[in-house]
């Protein structure tokens, strides 16, 4: 039970992200030691003194282009270092008429898009 989960009550978990992957600070929550549960998402109390690094710096820096490379060397560092292992992936699928158009999914995985929604042509 999640219950369990956030108060560290577990050696194993089975669990997925939904949501909130729409700005670095996401790095932060989920795999800075700042971020230990209860205060963040790291429950698994990984712990990497580059990524605390490289989080700290793209939370003060404005330049998008150096922002998305700092967030691909996080990338790149949780993909050696593995402190989640990803089972599967969910595809995204819409099924809808085509009188709505193309209909853009937010890659955040909320339903937010459909307070906007109109027929086409309207």
């Not at 999914?105 to 086409?120: C, I, M, R, V, W």
Request: include cysteine; proline fraction near 4%.
């Amino acid at each position: 039970m999640f219950s369990d989960v956030a108060k560290e009550n577990f050696q194993l978990t089975y669990q997925r992200w939904v949501g909130a992957n729409t700005d670095p600070d996401f790095f932060e929550y989920a795999f800075s030691w700042k971020c230990f549960t209860p205060d963040g998402a790291n429950r698994g109390h990984y712990r990497n003194a580059r990524i605390d690094a490289l989080t700290d710096q793209i939370r003060v820096e404005m330049n998008q282009e150096k922002r998305k490379a700092l967030c691909s060397e996080i990338q790149r560092i949780l993909a050696d270092d593995l402190p989640y292992l990803p089972l599967w992936f969910n595809d995204v699928v819409s099924v809808h008429r085509r009188s709505l158009g193309e209909l853009a999914l937010p890659s955040t995985g909320n339903y937010n898009f459909l307070a906007t929604l109109k027929q086409a042509g309207n």
